[in-house]
């Protein structure tokens, strides 16, 4: 079955809207199996955006379009779409009653008339409820096509597709597709894929596909089969395999788990605390293990030491280390891994010291980071040279230390 997307707004056409809506309706079309051969993006145009679906049913026999919908004249898509298919608007009085009440529960009491367009929609439409908006989803079938209209906010497009539209499409789907996620750390994505290059050439059912993220490979192995238990059995053995072949690389293999959460998870595992000693990072680290719900348990202070006399007066750092060897050194790194155990009384510290530029100290380059781990009174570094901007080398360094604090769990903690 062929899927193709048409994000309607000439908002995202101008650039002052990031189009996060494909990246994640595409990501889940790819999960229920569909194909999809276009993304198109057009303006609010009566003309153009009736030539793009029209040109959209032709090729395809799911059309998701996205935007649009609001109450002003800008918005075309729910008539443009009605037009093409020869469908009258008629009003739905169950939409008509939530829009009263998402005013009633609002600030804004009084509902100006041009909201009650978005109660019109296309004869014999399949009306989606959307309880963050007025605007309702709309499915509309015809002759063997569907065309699915959904919001543009995400915040009302991501409710509505996940409960709503993914379950009508996978009715729609004869096979059953299930993925499974590996995520891996420690390795580039070509260094991966060259110790799988026989599973992949070799694939037919599964599929694995590699995607490269800041400092992490993250590996889908998908699987069609008639039935749940027959995809889950052909999964098993592909997930089992590469888990084999990368060990402790490995730090997941469920979807929702990011790499803070398996170290957040590994922390409450062994009974231990854990606080942060950042320069370069500034709070990075510990800002995304306070995004882990539950991060209270195991994090309850972390230290931002930007400058020298901060590195001497929270954490102890020796004024001769920094004389000699200067901030960002391996032995500054250790010091401050070492100070944020006892500053924080915790059982557990990463430390973070580096340059991440624009500009250069001295003859140490941009992008060189030390990263040290403090755990049952034994202290690990490790030097890196990262590259690329500002931002780049402080997102590498905050995954690096991340896998670095799990790594060094896993070797402290082995019984």
């Known amino acids: ?26 990501e889940k079309c790819a999960l229920l199996g569909l194909s999809m051969y276009h993304q198109v993006t057009v303006g609010d145009n009566r003309e153009r955006l009736s030539a793009a679906f029209s040109e959209a049913l032709n ?30 608007l008629e009003e739905d009085f169950n939409t008509r009653e939530r829009i009263q009440e998402f005013f009633k529960r609002s600030n804004y009491k009084k509902i100006p008339d041009n909201n009650w367009k978005q109660a019109l929609v296309p004869h014999g439409a399949k009306v ?19 065309a699915i209209l959904l919001p543009g906010p995400p915040g009302e497009l ?52 590699t995607y490269a993220k800041t400092a992490e490979v993250h590996l889908r192995i998908t699987a069609r089969a008639s039935g749940e238990e027959e995809a889950k059995k052909l999964l098993k053995p592909v997930v089992k395999e590469i888990k ?14 990011t790499l803070e959460m398996a170290v957040v998870s590994l922390l409450k595992k062994h009974e231990l605390t854990v606080t942060t000693a950042e320069s370069c990072t500034g709070g990075l680290i510990a800002g995304r293990l306070v995004n882990v719900p539950g991060a209270s348990e195991v994090f309850n202070q972390g230290f931002i ?10 954490l102890g750092v020796s004024k001769g280390t920094l004389k000699k060897y200067g901030a960002v050194s391996e032995q500054t790194a250790k010091e401050m891994a070492a100070g944020g155990v006892l500053a924080a009384d ?3 510290c990463i430390a973070v010291t580096g340059i991440a ?21 034994k202290v690990t570094v490790e030097e890196y040279h990262f590259r690329g901007n500002r931002e780049k080398i402080r997102e590498q360094s905050v995954t690096k230390a991340l896998d670095m604090l799990r790594r060094s769990i896993l070797s402290g903690c082995q019984s």
């Open 357 to 377: 530029g624009p500009g250069a100290d001295g003859e140490k380059p941009v992008g060189l980071v030390y990263i040290a781990c403090f755990i049952k009174d």
């Open 244 to 257: 084999n072949r990368f060990g402790r690389d490995v730090y997941t293999v469920k979807e929702e788990e």
């Open 59 to 88: 090729r395809s026999d799911v059309v998701i379009l996205t935007g649009g919908l609001g109450p002003t004249e800008d918005d075309l898509t729910k008539k443009v779409c009605a037009e093409v298919l020869g469908l009258s």
């Open 305 to 314: 030491t930007y400058s020298n006399k901060s590195k001497r007066k929270v």
């Open 346 to 348: 915790a059982d557990v």
């Open 1 to 26: 079955m062929v899927v193709e997307l048409i994000s309607v707004g000439t908002e995202l056409l101008l650039g002052n809207i990031v189009n996060t809506n494909t990246q994640y309706l595409a």
């Open 128 to 146: 989606l409820d959307n309880s963050n908006g007025t605007a309702p989803g709309l499915i509309l079938e015809k002759e063997g096509k569907t």
């Open 158 to 209: 991501i409710p509505l597709f996940q409960e709503q539209v993914y379950p009508y499409l996978q009715k729609l789907q004869p096979e059953v597709i299930r993925s499974q996620m590996v995520k891996i750390c420690g390795q580039g994505e070509s260094q991966v894929e060259s110790q799988i290059l026989d599973l992949i050439d070799g694939q037919s059912n599964p599929t694995i596909a």
